[in-house]
């Protein structure tokens, strides 16, 4: 069976599949680690346990995880035997990671030396991976980045206008996120549209919590959002997104504040919590807005116009758009913030049928009107299904690994040899 990891920064995710990918046969979260209100939740089938236990730190974690996966309670797995490969994801390759590679010693090093782009993360994907060593001892571990897919945009949009010394002994450029999630639905906006993804440009809106818009041209991503940290691009639910940095040495050498407030402002009282006073969750903020609440309206509004601002911008970019794929707990569920986003784009061939977009979610992906010159797509994403190919496709030659079942193309996008 093949094991999917994904260590956060206060959270360990984990993921069962059979060997084929074909189905999950256990899946869970360990939350609020190093808190005293930890908890997991563990499911087998349609089966499903909370239990709430303090979880010192994600050494805890992962033991918490095999105690679950061992349990006779459930008969997931007998042994750690039963693992044949382990799939992590990390947030940040640096520049140094095109693609998903097998872990070995060199691989280590060279997360320890990109851990700190993105030290909330980056340290905690690595506990995972060498508690996954210990655990399963010659088992084979993948990993899996969110910033490869990006590797490919060009320096023309990686690069910022900084003194470029300064930029490479710095290694600062825009790296971009959520690019495990861009891949799979792009990859799977292409099946659905019975289309090689070669011949495709498309604009991928992951909308969350966080929030990547990604201009992916023939398959490959050509430009993104999200810069050098997690921060920049569209206002997301607690982050501001792009912003004139002036702002911060005006705030900090004018009026006073320091640079920890400042940082604290911007990546966690800013966004849709920050403009509408109440939440940084959409659904709670649009309901406001429905309700007439000024804050609330404006918010949406500031959300939905740095959206479709940016579609634009990325039709330019790529000289074209044959789709627009909406992806992720916004872009997934909300027939009314992908309306919005739509409205008003009919000048690069968008235009949606309002009925198709109310049951998107039901099965119906394509939410275009039958006029429209370019697709607009709701395609669910599945980070842990894409890990779960790559950890597939390169662990393919060690005993014990079958072949995928994807129901959709393979990528070969991304995974490189290490
Ligand atoms: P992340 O993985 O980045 O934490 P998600 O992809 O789970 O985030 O998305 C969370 C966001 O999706 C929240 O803002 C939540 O309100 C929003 N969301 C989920 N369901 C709906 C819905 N039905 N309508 C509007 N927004 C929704």
Known sequence: ???????????????????????????????????????????????????????????????????????????????????????????????????????????????????????????????????AQRMFPGTPNVVVFDTAFHQTIPARAHMYALPYELTQEHGIRRYGFHGTSCRYVSQRAADLLNRPIESLSMVVCHLGNGVTMDAVKGGQSIDTSIGFGTFGGVP???????FDPAIIFHLVKDRGMSLEEVEEICYKKSGLLGLSGLSNDMREVSEAAAKGNARCQLAVDVFVYHIRKTIGAYA??????????????????????????????????????????????????????????????VVP??????????????????????????GHAPSTHGVAAS
């Open 1 to 131: 069976m093949i094991l999917i990891i994904n260590c956060g920064s206060s959270s360990l995710k984990y993921q069962l599949y059979t060997p084929d990918l074909a189905q999950v046969v256990a899946s869970g979260m360990i939350a609020k680690i190093g808190e005293p209100e930890g908890y997991i939740d563990h499911f087998v089938g349609h089966r499903g346990e909370h239990h709430r236990c303090p979880v010192p730190n994600h050494r805890a974690a992962f033991a918490l995880m095999m105690e679950y996966l061992q349990s006779p309670e459930y008969h997931v797995i007998e042994c750690p035997r039963a693992i044949t490969a382990i799939g992590h994801r990390a947030v940040h390759g640096g520049s140094v990671f095109f693609g998903s590679v097998l872990v070995d010693d060199a691989v280590m090093k060279a997360l320890h030396e990109c851990a700190s782009y993105a030290p909330l993360h980056n340290p905690c994907n690595i506990i995972g991976i060498e508690e």
């Open 236 to 242: 997301m639910g607690t982050r501001a997104g792009d």
């Open 316 to 377: 330019a970019a790529m000289g074209g758009l044959d789709a627009l794929v909406f992806t992720a707990g916004i872009g997934e569920n909300s027939a009314e913030i992908r309306a919005k986003v739509c409205e008003g784009l009919g000048f690069l061939g968008v235009e949606i049928d309002p009925r198709a977009n109310e049951i998107a979610r039901k099965g119906h992906p394509n939410i275009s009107a039958i006029s429209a010159r370019a697709a607009t797509l």
């Open 381 to 406: 994403t599945d980070e842990e299904k894409m890990i779960a190919i790559d950890t597939v496709q390169l662990t393919m030659a060690q005993p014990g690994a079958a072949s995928v079942q994807m």
